[in-house]
Nanobody
Framework: EVKLVESGGGSVQAGGSLRLSCTAS????????VGWYRQAPGTECELVSS???????QYTASVKGRFTISRDSAKNTVYLQMNSLKPEDTAVYYC?????????????????????WGQGTQVTVSS
């Protein structure tokens, strides 16, 4: 059974930073394409960043230069370092594995048709 657990969310002021962590059991991140998604109320689920099994990364335009995705193979953990946070970054952030990183939006996060998902962690950025 695959289980993903996110941590590191919270509330910060605009301009602040947070680091999200995603730890897996039942799956090895170096053998999977992994993504961080987010969904705010009334919006679609958006792929924010992904890292392929070969280490290639990508970012949605709105976070380029501010967010960094990385992977610690020894800890089987994927991180999302988020700097210069903006109020529009406010959302529930989800980690997902075995994703299709060419699909940038889906209706709802945690759709099992699009990979294995964690429970999500709330990120709130105040102005």
């Amino acid at each position: 059974e695959v289980k993903l657990v996110e941590s590191g969310g919270g509330s910060v002021q605009a301009g602040g930073s947070l680091r999200l962590s995603c730890t897996a059991s039942g799956l090895t991140f170096t053998e999977s394409d992994v993504g961080w998604y987010r969904q705010a109320p009334g919006t679609e689920c958006e792929l924010v960043s992904s890292i392929r099994s070969d280490g290639v990364t990508q970012y949605t335009a709105s976070v380029k230069g501010r967010f960094t995705i990385s992977r610690d193979s020894a800890k089987n953990t994927v991180y999302l370092q988020m700097n210069s946070l903006k109020p529009e970054d406010t959302a529930v952030y989800y980690c997902a594995a075995d994703i299709l990183d060419t699909i940038w939006t889906i209706n709802h996060c945690r759709d099992p048709g699009f990979g294995d998902w964690g429970q999500g962690t709330q990120v709130t950025v105040s102005s």
